[in-house]
């Protein structure tokens, strides 16, 4: 799960979208790689990505393990050679 906040609070625009500044949840699949390559990179949102939510079948599946919890996970943004000029 993909999970975008714009920082600024009238919203911002990047990769053909509006980005609100509440939370927007979004499929793993929604963007390409390149396209989250750019949006983690920009400054002027927030993403933040997470692992699935667990399938539990029994009750006996509500206790979880510390590792089960779900944490976000940090991308780096791919190197590239000059900064872009604005």
């Not at 390409?32 to 920009?42: G, N, P, R, V, Y």
């Not at 949102?45 to 399938?55: M, N």
């Amino acid at each position: 799960m993909i999970r975008i906040t714009a920082k600024h609070k009238n919203g911002f625009r990047r990769c053909g979208l509006f980005h609100r500044p509440e939370p927007v949840e979004y499929a793993d699949d929604r963007f390409s790689d390149a396209e989250l390559a750019i949006l983690t990179a920009e400054p002027m949102i927030r993403v933040e990505l997470y692992a699935e939510p667990l399938q539990m079948e029994e009750p006996s599946d509500l206790m979880l393990n510390i590792e089960e919890v779900e944490k976000p996970v940090k991308v780096e943004p791919p190197k590239r050679g000059r900064p872009r000029k604005y």
